[in-house]
């Protein structure tokens, strides 16, 4: 097994899989609604906005296109290791995805408080 600083995103996402698969379904539920929240109050976080890193036309770019994925493919992701991890943690749609993993996790009451761990150690540096 590489070490985690030679994983890619991909396999991080792919490990996250196979420790919390249960996991999966409410995590891309969750992403499709932080998506939504986003597009109810667009403006609102357009005039909020102060991310030095990215603009916003690149911010929605990136929210559209984990939307896309996510309504498109959503139930297979739900059950597909490989289609998950290709699907939202590759490319540029990864710096979208990993801001809802590491916003989810730790505000959520989840059942399972170790996948609140791992998303912390796979994905927070």
Request: charged share 25%; hydrophobic share 45%.
């Given at each position: 097994?590489?070490?985690?600083?030679?994983?890619?995103?991909?396999?991080?996402?792919?490990?996250?899989?196979?420790?919390?698969p249960?996991?999966?379904?409410e995590?891309?539920?969750?992403?499709?609604?932080?998506?939504?929240?986003?597009?109810?109050?667009?403006?609102?976080?357009?005039?909020?906005?102060?991310?030095?890193?990215l603009?916003?036309?690149l911010?929605?770019?990136?929210?559209?296109?984990?939307?896309?994925?996510?309504r498109?493919?959503?139930?297979?992701?739900?059950?597909?290791?490989?289609?998950?991890?290709?699907q939202?943690?590759?490319?540029?749609?990864?710096?979208?995805?990993?801001?809802?993993?590491?916003?989810?996790?730790?505000?959520?009451?989840?059942?399972?408080?170790?996948f609140?761990?791992?998303?912390?150690?796979?994905?927070?540096?």
């Amino acid at each position: 097994m590489k070490t985690l600083e030679m994983m890619t995103n991909v396999e991080k996402a792919g490990v996250l899989f196979d420790l919390f698969p249960a996991e999966i379904p409410e995590l891309l539920d969750a992403i499709q609604g932080m998506c939504q929240a986003v597009r109810e109050d667009e403006d609102g976080h357009r005039r909020a906005w102060n991310n030095g890193f990215l603009n916003w036309n690149l911010w929605i770019a990136l929210l559209s296109e984990a939307e896309g994925k996510i309504r498109r493919y959503k139930n297979k992701m739900a059950k597909n290791k490989r289609l998950f991890a290709d699907q939202l943690f590759d490319g540029y749609v990864v710096i979208y995805t990993v801001h809802c993993l590491t916003s989810y996790a730790p505000t959520r009451q989840l059942a399972n408080r170790k996948f609140t761990v791992a998303v912390d150690l796979l994905f927070n540096p």
